[in-house]
């Protein structure tokens, strides 16, 4: 898609994906556990979650700071940036997971 000059529908399907497994994929179970029992979900084993998807969020956020502040237009100098991101998220992940 991005070679025929989509790139703005794969970065909006990336980023998207990205919230809705955040948000909707974790946060939605934990509200309607809460809306149930009346009471927070207190039995969970982390083991990094709440660290990967911080880091996650954090990355999102400069990712859209960095498309807004080149008034929303894609180019070429953002791929390492991005790519960047996403290494260093892998790299922090499997050294957090390895210390399990």
Not at 21 to 37: A, D, H, M, R, T
Not at 38 to 67: E, H
Request: glycine share 8%; net charge negative.
């Amino acid at each position: 898609v991005a070679r025929y000059g989509y790139g703005d529908m794969v970065m909006c399907n990336a980023l998207g994906s990205n919230i809705f497994s955040n948000f909707l994929g974790l946060g939605l179970p934990w509200l309607l556990y809460n809306l149930v029992y009346g009471r927070a979900y207190d039995n969970l084993q982390d083991q990094g979650v709440t660290m990967s998807v911080s880091v996650l969020i954090f990355i999102q956020v400069l990712v859209y700071a960095l498309v807004a502040w080149n008034k929303h237009v894609l180019e070429a100098w953002m791929i390492p940036c991005f790519t960047g991101a996403y290494i260093l998220f892998i790299g922090y992940f499997a050294y957090f997971m390895a210390s399990f």
